[in-house]
């Protein structure tokens, strides 16, 4: 179960693409009002580390925060742990001492797994979370913090065939031990499928095979954050797109707005509640192989009135199920639908449904 050791603990948001896009700056402000302190940014720029033009993101972080908030945005450097002198791990440690907003994006998620594993950096970055800091995590950065992570470059620029390597697992001291995908809607590819962070989705259901039957995948459409209040036990989804949680076989997906119980990530899935932007409950459903929320039929015989919000969502899941050819399952939820009065009605472009 999650921990609940440090009442204080902040805040970590993960972003699907576009984390220093204009369009993003909401987001960012958004994030940063939850800060009553006088805000201390940081930027760290490990995962880049390796690339020629690591200098050049860096001043394009300093230049984004300066531009749309104001404020004077300070560089963590650790390009690399074997090479870092004393100095230069001294001077990051400095920067993410009293750090309450700590931004690392884009570069290789691997390598960032590399440098930063084990290092004092990575132990300075949780220490600041325990205290309350916000740390936001973009694209190769959001994939490496996850428990597996995805070799992009490796897979989709070199021709490796689809595997997993070892990831922080940072959030496992919480009992969330996710894997992250963000560019989960990305279309880069035109012609060719750049879904599921550039993997398609051949390689992706190839990918799904090889993890722990208990993995849980949260998939961030590009523009697109996930913040999760580790406090509270709550994702919030913010942006453009969707985030979708994949589980082996349930896959459940929020807009922006949408409120849910992180229970959901936990090894064992617990339950899921689902809220709209009010914070009143949409739906509640388990995360067991099962789609259908715990509501059995009553002993005496009697029916049982079904919310409309927890039909709909399980016709969504229905519609996808179908779209990715798993019969099975819209077959198991049109029945239990059935067995609860629904009389399902599939269209040319929707399903439609109604109480019988």
Same mark, same amino acid.
């Given at each position: 179960?999650?921990?609940?050791?440090?009442?204080?603990?902040?805040?970590?948001?993960?972003?699907?693409?576009?984390?220093?896009?204009?369009?993003?700056?909401?987001?960012?402000?958004?994030?940063?009002?939850?800060?009553?302190?006088?805000?201390?940014?940081?930027?760290?720029?490990?995962?880049?580390?390796?690339?020629?033009?690591?200098?050049?993101?860096?001043?394009?972080?300093?230049?984004?925060?300066?531009?749309?908030?104001?404020?004077?945005?300070?560089?963590?450097?650790?390009?690399?742990?074997?090479?870092?002198?004393?100095?230069?791990?001294?001077?990051?440690?400095?920067? %993410?001492?009293?750090?309450?907003?700590?931004?690392? @994006?884009? &570069?290789?998620? #691997?390598?960032?797994? +590399? !440098?930063? *594993?084990?290092?004092?950096?990575?132990?300075?970055?949780?220490?600041?979370?325990?205290?309350?800091?916000?740390?936001?995590?973009?694209?190769?950065?959001?994939?490496?913090?996850?428990?597996?992570?995805?070799?992009?470059?490796?897979?989709?620029?070199?021709?490796?065939?689809?595997?997993?390597?070892?990831?922080?697992?940072?959030?496992?001291?919480?009992?969330?031990?996710?894997?992250?995908?963000?560019?989960?809607?990305?279309?880069?590819?035109?012609?060719?499928?750049?879904?599921?962070?550039?993997?398609?989705?051949?390689?992706?259901?190839?990918?799904?095979?090889?993890?722990?039957?208990?993995?849980?995948?949260?998939?961030?459409?590009?523009?697109?954050?996930?913040?999760?209040? %580790?406090?509270?036990?709550?994702?919030?989804?913010? @942006?453009? &797109?969707?985030? #979708?949680?994949?589980? +082996? !076989?349930? *896959?459940?997906?929020?807009?922006?707005?949408?409120?849910?119980?992180?229970?959901?990530?936990?090894?064992?899935?617990?339950?899921?509640?689902?809220?709209?932007?009010?914070?009143?409950?949409?739906?509640?459903?388990?995360?067991?192989?099962?789609?259908?929320?715990?509501?059995?039929?009553?002993?005496?015989?009697?029916?049982?009135?079904?919310?409309?919000?927890?039909?709909?969502?399980?016709?969504?899941?229905?519609?996808?199920?179908?779209?990715?050819?798993?019969?099975?399952?819209?077959?198991?939820?049109?029945?239990?639908?059935?067995?609860?009065?629904?009389?399902?009605?599939?269209?040319?472009?929707?399903?439609?449904?109604?109480?019988?």
């Amino acid at each position: 179960m999650a921990n609940d050791a440090h009442l204080s603990v902040g805040s970590v948001t993960l972003i699907g693409s576009g984390e220093m896009s204009p369009g993003m700056s909401k987001i960012h402000r958004s994030l940063m009002s939850a800060i009553k302190d006088p805000l201390k940014p940081v930027f760290i720029d490990t995962p880049a580390g390796f690339q020629p033009n690591v200098r050049q993101i860096s001043e394009k972080a300093v230049q984004y925060f300066k531009k749309h908030f104001g404020v004077n945005l300070t560089i963590a450097s650790f390009r690399s742990a074997s090479e870092a002198s004393e100095e230069e791990t001294r001077r990051a440690l400095a920067a %993410l001492k009293d750090a309450n907003y700590i931004f690392a @994006g884009p &570069g290789s998620p #691997t390598y960032a797994v +590399r !440098n930063w *594993e084990n290092s004092l950096i990575i132990k300075a970055i949780r220490s600041r979370l325990s205290q309350g800091a916000h740390l936001v995590f973009a694209s190769a950065a959001s994939i490496a913090i996850g428990a597996f992570a995805l070799p992009v470059y490796e897979i989709y620029k070199v021709g490796d065939s689809p595997r997993w390597a070892n990831g922080l697992n940072f959030l496992e001291p919480f009992g969330y031990e996710p894997v992250i995908m963000p560019h989960w809607d990305n279309k880069e590819g035109g012609a060719h499928d750049t879904r599921f962070c550039y993997m398609g989705e051949a390689r992706f259901k190839r990918l799904e095979d090889q993890l722990p039957d208990d993995a849980c995948i949260i998939g961030i459409d590009e523009y697109t954050a996930l913040k999760m209040d %580790l406090s509270q036990k709550q994702g919030m989804v913010m @942006g453009a &797109g969707k985030v #979708t949680l994949k589980r +082996r !076989n349930t *896959e459940i997906h929020f807009s922006a707005g949408e409120l849910f119980d992180l229970t959901y990530l936990e090894k064992n899935g617990g339950r899921i509640s689902i809220h709209n932007p009010e914070g009143t409950a949409r739906s509640s459903l388990n995360s067991s192989d099962s789609p259908f929320p715990e509501s059995p039929e009553p002993a005496d015989g009697s029916s049982i009135e079904i919310p409309r919000p927890v039909v709909d969502f399980l016709v969504q899941i229905r519609s996808q199920a179908r779209k990715e050819g798993k019969w099975g399952l819209a077959d198991e939820i049109r029945d239990k639908l059935t067995g609860w009065g629904v009389i399902l009605r599939d269209g040319p472009s929707e399903t439609t449904w109604e109480k019988g």
